[in-house]
C-alpha cells in the first residue's frame, strides 16, 4: 500500500533507501510492520483534500489572510487583554532564529545553554519590571497564568475559597472557573467597595489596572487580605508597569500578566506567554520551569532547568501543575523586546499610550451625550458611556472603517471599552470622536 | 581577560546608562495632567544596551544550541521533526499576524475558515466528530479531554466515578491532568510484551472508574494489540477512553483512534504536524471528541453557516463547554503552520509520514539491539526503547552514552523513560532524517558501545565539545541563582 508517487519534500528517502530498509529487517512490505493494528481498521479512508505544492499553499493562504482587515489598514481601538503595541524589528529576527526556533526544551544543558541563559534574562527582566523577588520561565497566556495563581495560593495556604473582584476580565474568569472548580475550590465574587473574606480565603484575584482600565485600591486591598491571612494574587498588564508602581511595591504576593504587549504580534489572540511572580517564599509551591544559574565541571558558569521536583515529569499527580511548556519562543521575543526598547523605551511607550488614551477620553467626554461613568485613575484604556447602543456605534465604525471598542453593555450601562495605545495616531483618535459625534441617535 | 565569560555576560553587565535600543515617534497628541505622583513609578530598573549588542549577545548565546536546523536530534516522544520553512512565513502574513483576538467577525473570516477547516481535517485524521482548537499546548488539550469526560459523567448525574486508570508507561502529564480534574490516579502495569496488563484492567474496571487515559502506540513504541479489548472493558464498566495524541506520527492514515474506540484525544500540533519546538513552547494541543462529547469541548469552537450556499463562520460558546481554556482562542499562529503543512502533504503525504517514521525506527532497531539491550524485542512503530544495562554493568549509564552522542553532534535520546525500563533510551528517529543520516547515528551507537569497553572515563566525562561540560544541578537547586539584579 505504499504511495505510487511522492508528496512530501520533507521524506528523503528514496524508494531505493525503503527497498534497502525493507530488505534488512526482512520483511515483505512496511505494511507487515503495522500488523498490530487490528486488520479491520487498517487503512480507513482518509477524506483529505488533494496535496497542494507550496506555491498553492502560499497563494491560498494569502487569499484567507486578505479576507481579514487588520489594525494595519483600519484604525483600532480594542484591548481587553492584548494589546497593538510597537514591536521593534530586531525582534523577530532574534526569534527567527533557528537555533532558538527549531530548539528543543532544554533538558539537555550542555546543548542547551542559548535557550537557557534566554529564560534566565526573562525571568530577571520580569522580576525586574514586575518588582517581585522571582518569576518562572512562562505560563501559556496571562488567563492560565491567574488560574494557576488562584490553584498555587490554594496550596501555599490550605483554603478553598477563591475571591475574585469583579473588575477582572470575564474572559479570565472563566478560564479560572474552567481550572478550579474541578478541584473542589469555590469561586465567589466580591466588590471592590465591599471586600469579604473569611477564614477559608485562599486568596483574592485583582486585575490592577482592571478590565475596564483602571487602578483598583491596591494598598487598601492588600490590607484588607494580609489581615485576613489571605494571599493577593494581581495580574497586570507589563507595559503599565513602565509608568506606575508595580503591585510588588504594594506587598502582592503572586503578580502575574499577559506578556503579549511586550513585543508578541496579536496574532488573533496566540501564541502569547504568561508572565508568572512571586515572592521568595513561595517559589517551591510555583508551577512551570524555573531556570537557575550554576557552574560546570570546569567551574565555568552556566544554566540548568532547576527545581524540577515540582514538576510533571519528576512528581507526576503530584505535581504543582501539570504544564510541560514555557512558550520558549514567546520569551525569547519578550527578552529582545525589553533588551533594546530598555529602561527609557518602557518608560516611553507606556507614557505614550497613558497621555493618548487620555487626549481621547478628554475629546470623548465633550461630545454631548457621551460621558466617562467612572472616576479613578486609568492608564490605556477606559470605559465611555454612549448615548446609542455600544453596538449599534460599532456597526457604524466599522462601515465607516474602523474598529472601534470592547461592548461591555452587559456590565456597564452603554457601555464601550476603548483602548489606546502608541500606535493609535492623533489623526486616528480625532477619527474616532468625529464618528462618534456623528452617532449620537438610535437612526 | 577570559573571552568566553565575557561573550556570556548577561544584559544587566552589558547597560550602560544613556544607551538605546530602539527609537520612539514624538508624542502627537498635547500632554495630558499626569496622574498622582504616589502612583506614579520611579524605581524602574531595567537594562540599558543598543540594538547590536542585543543582536549579538543574543545570535552568539543561541549558537550554544542544538536546534533541528543544525544537528539530529533522535528524541523518543517528542517527534523532533523538520520544520518546514513556509509555515513561518505563512503565520507571519500580516492578515494573520496582525488580527486581534476580539475583532468582529465579518473582519475576521479568513482566519475563521482556516480554524474552521482545520477543526474538520484534525477530525477526519483520528475519526472523531468534533474538534476545538482553544487548548495551547498537550498538557493542555488532555486537561481539557479528561474535564470533558468529567462533565459526561456528571451529566448524567454519575458523581461516583473518581478513579482514572493510567498505564505504568504514560507521560507524567497524564497523571498530573488527572490530578488536576480532582481524580485520584490508578497505575495499570504492563505486561512482558509491553502491553498493558489485560489482567489487571479487567481488575481495575469497576463503577468507579473514570476512564483510562491511553498513549497509543505507547511510549515503548508499541502499539497495543489488545486495543479493542480495552476500549471493550473501559466503556463496560461505564468509563471512556482518552488517547494523548503525543504518538500520532506512527498512526497519520493507519488507522483512526474514534474506530478503535477512543472517546476523546489531542494533538500536539508541534510534534506530529511540524510547528517548531522553540526551545520549549509554544505548542498547540487542540482536541477531538466523538459525538457524545462533543457539547464539552472547549470554547469557543468555530461553527459555519451556510446561508443561500453563502458560508460565514463565527466563534461558537456551547452551553454545555467545560468552559475557556485560554484568554481568546488558542495558539492561532500554530494552527496557520500545521494547517500548511497538512494542505502541504494530503492524505498520501501522511501515510508517507507514518511509513517512513516507522521503517526508520525499525532499521534502528535491528542494527543496535545486538549492541543494547531490547527490552521488548518486538516490531515497533515511530519509536524504539533500548536499555543501557549491560552497558550499566561496565559502570557506564544511559545519562554517559547520551552525553557522549553530544560530542558526535547528535543531540541525546529521550533517557530514563518510560519509567520502567531500567537505563532507558527512548529513541524517535523520525520520517525527516535521510537514511544516511541514520546510517550515521546508528555507527556511532555502535562506536560508543566499544568506547564503553574501552575507555568509560571518556563517557563519564562526556561531552567534550560544549561551551559547558556537565553543569552541577544540585549545587542549582541547593542555591537557588534565578535571576540577576539592578539597582540603579
Known amino acids: 500500500m505504499t504511495p505510487e508517487t511522492r508528496h512530501s519534500p520533507y521524506v528523503p528517502n528514496t524508494e531505493t533507501d525503503r527497498d534497502q530498509i525493507i530488505k534488512r529487517l526482512g520483511v515483505s512490505s512496511t505494511d507487515e510492520l503495522f500488523q498490530d493494528i487490528p486488520k479491520e481498521h487498517y487503512l480507513p479512508k482518509l477524506n483529505l483534500n488533494e496535496p497542494l505544492s507550496e506555491l498553492e499553499i502560499t497563494r491560498e493562504l494569502q487569499r484567507l489572510s486578505m479576507l481579514n482587515d487588520t489594525p494595519d489598514t483600519m484604525p483600532c481601538f480594542l484591548g481587553g487583554g492584548a494589546y497593538r503595541h510597537f514591536i521593534p524589528s530586531i525582534v523577530k529576527h532574534v526569534i527567527n532564529r533557528a537555533e532558538f526556533a527549531t530548539a528543543y526544551t532544554p533538558y539537555q544543558p550542555e ?128 507595559i503599565f508597569l513602565g509608568m506606575f508602581n508595580a503591585p510588588g511595591k ?76 514555557s512558550e520558549a519562543l514567546i520569551g525569547t521575543a519578550v527578552v529582545a523586546y525589553i533588551g533594546s526598547m530598555g529602561r527609557v523605551g518602557i518608560r516611553h511607550v507606556a507614557e505614550m499610550a497613558y497621555h493618548k488614551a487620555h487626549y481621547a477620553a478628554s475629546m470623548i467626554s465633550q461630545i454631548p451625550g457621551y460621558s466617562l461613568p467612572f472616576g479613578g485613575t486609568f492608564f490605556k484604556e477606559f470605559v465611555v458611556s454612549c448615548p446609542v447602543s455600544p453596538e449599534k456605534l460599532n456597526d457604524y465604525f466599522l462601515e465607516n472603517g474602523l474598529i472601534g471598542g470592547i461592548d461591555v453593555s452587559d456590565r456597564v450601562k452603554d457601555g464601550l471599552l476603548i483602548a489606546v495605545t502608541e500606535m493609535n495616531t492623533k489623526e486616528e483618535i480625532d477619527r474616532l470622536v468625529s464618528l462618534m459625534t456623528e452617532c449620537r441617535s438610535s437612526k | 581577560m577570559n573571552i568566553e565569560y565575557n561573550e556570556r555576560r548577561t544584559l544587566a553587565q552589558r547597560s550602560l546608562k544613556g544607551k538605546i535600543g530602539t527609537t520612539l515617534p514624538k508624542l502627537d497628541v498635547p500632554a495630558q495632567d499626569m496622574p498622582d505622583a504616589e502612583d506614579i513609578r520611579t524605581d524602574l530598573f531595567l537594562p540599558e544596551v543598543s540594538e547590536g549588542e542585543v543582536v549579538r549577545y543574543m545570535t552568539s548565546i543561541s549558537q550554544m544550541n542544538f536546534s533541528i536546523d543544525t544537528n539530529y536530534y533522535p528524541l523518543g516522544s517528542c517527534t523532533m521533526k523538520y520544520n518546514p520553512k513556509v509555515n513561518e512565513e505563512m503565520a507571519n502574513l500580516p492578515g494573520f499576524a496582525n488580527i486581534h483576538p476580539r475583532q468582529p467577525k465579518s473582519t475576521v473570516q479568513g482566519a475563521l475558515e482556516l480554524a474552521y477547516n482545520l477543526q474538520v481535517i ?50 507524567g502529564t497524564n497523571p498530573a491532568s488527572a ?22 484492567l479487567r481488575t481495575a474496571c469497576n463503577e468507579e472508574t473514570v476512564g483510562l487515559m491511553l498513549t497509543l502506540p505507547n511510549t515503548l513504541g508499541l502499539f497495543d494489540n489488545n486495543i479493542l479489548e480495552i ?175 553530544i560530542d558526535y553532534g547528535i543531540h541525546p535520546p529521550t533517557m530514563y523513560f518510560p519509567l520502567i525500563v531500567e537505563e532507558a533510551l527512548m529513541i524517535e528517529p523520525t520520517e525527516t532524517e535521510s537514511k544516511e543520516t541514520i546510517d550515521k547515528f546508528i555507527q556511532v551507537m555502535q562506536i560508543i558501545a566499544q568506547e564503553v569497553l574501552d575507555d568509560p572515563l571518556l563517557l563519564k566525562n562526556a561531552p567534550h565539545s560544549t561551551p559547558n561540560t556537565r553543569l552541577d544541578e544540585a549545587k542549582a537547586a541547593r542555591n537557588p541563582d534565578l535571576r540577576w539584579h539592578l539597582s540603579s
Do not use: W
Open chain 2, 231 to 405: 476500549c471493550k472493558l473501559v466503556h463496560d464498566c461505564g468509563g471512556l477512553v482518552y488517547g494523548d495524541g503525543a504518538n500520532m506520527n506512527a498512526m497519520l492514515g493507519r488507522t483512526k483512534l474514534g474506530d478503535l474506540g477512543f472517546d476523546v484525544m489531542h494533538f500536539n500540533l508541534h510534534k506530529t504536524f511540524s510547528t517548531p519546538h522553540g526551545g520549549g513552547g509554544p505548542g498547540s494541543g487542540p482536541v477531538c471528541a466523538r459525538d457524545i462529547l462533543v457539547p464539552f469541548l472547549p470554547s469557543p469552537v468555530i461553527r459555519r453557516d451556510t446561508d443561500e450556499e453563502l458560508d460565514s463562520y463565527s466563534l461558537d460558546e456551547p452551553d454545555t463547554s467545560i468552559g475557556k481554556t485560554s484568554a481568546f482562542h488558542g495558539n492561532f499562529g500554530m494552527l496557520v503552520r500545521a494547517y500548511t503543512y497538512i494542505n502541504l502533504l494530503g492524505a498520501n503525504g501522511l501515510l508517507e509520514v507514518s511509513e517512513n517514521a516507522v521503517l526508520n525506527a525499525n532499521y534502528i532497531l535491528a542494527n543496535l539491539k545486538d549492541y543494547y539491550n531490547l527490552p521488548y524485542d518486538r516490531v515497533c512503530m515511530h519509536e524504539v526503547v533500548f536499555s543501557a544495562k549491560n552497558q550499566k554493568q561496565q559502570s557506564v549509564s544511559a545519562l554517559d552514552i547520551a552525553k557522549r552522542l
Open chain 1, 111 to 238: 546543548v542547551s545553554q542559548g535557550t537557557l541563559q534566554t529564560i534566565y534574562e526573562f525571568q530577571s527582566l520580569i522580576c525586574q519590571l514586575f518588582e517581585m523577588d522571582i518569576a518562572n520561565s512562562g505560563m501559556y497566556d496571562g488567563a492560565t497564568a491567574i488560574a494557576e495563581a488562584a490553584l498555587m495560593a490554594c496550596r501555599i495556604t490550605k483554603k478553598d475559597r477563591i475571591a475574585v473582584l469583579n473588575t477582572i476580565s470575564p474572559a479570565y474568569t472563566s478560564v479560572i472557573r474552567t481550572y478550579v472548580e474541578p478541584q473542589g475550590l469555590e469561586i465567589y465574587s466580591v466588590d471592590p467597595s465591599d471586600i469579604k473574606l473569611d477564614e477559608r480565603t485562599a486568596c483574592i484575584l485583582v486585575q490592577h489596572p482592571n478590565f475596564y482600565g483602571y487602578l483598583e485600591d491596591l494598598k487598601n486591598i492588600a490590607k484588607i487580605a494580609h489581615e485576613n491571612g489571605t494571599l493577593l494574587v494581581t495580574s497586570t498588564d507589563p
Open chain 1, 250 to 325: 504594594y506587598g502582592a504576593d503572586i503578580v502575574v500578566a499577559e506578556g503579549q504587549p511586550l513585543g508578541v504580534p496579536l496574532s488573533y489572540g496566540g501564541p502569547y506567554v504568561g508572565l508568572f511572580t512571586c515572592k521568595s517564599e513561595f517559589v517551591r509551591q510555583m508551577p512551570g520551569r524555573i531556570v537557575g544559574k550554576t557552574t560546570d565541571t570546569k567551574q565555568r558558569e552556566g544554566y540548568v532547568l532547576t527545581l524540577q521536583t515540582r514538576e510533571q515529569h519528576i512528581r507526576r499527580e503530584r505535581a504543582t501543575s501539570n504544564i510541560c511548556t
Open chain 2, 122 to 171: 484534525l477530525a477526519e485524521i483520528v475519526g472523531m466528530s468534533g474538534c476545538s482548537l482553544s487548548t495551547m499546548a498537550g498538557a493542555q488539550g488532555e486537561l481539557a479531554g479528561m474535564l470533558m469526560i468529567r462533565a459526561y459523567h456528571v451529566s448524567r448525574g454519575d458523581y461516583k466515578r473518581k478513579y482514572v486508570l493510567i498505564p505504568d508507561s504514560a507521560h
Open chain 2, 179 to 200: 490530578a488536576m480534574c480532582g481524580y485520584e490516579v490508578v497505575t495499570i502495569p504492563s505486561d512482558t510484551a509491553g502491553n498493558m496488563d489485560i489482567d489487571a
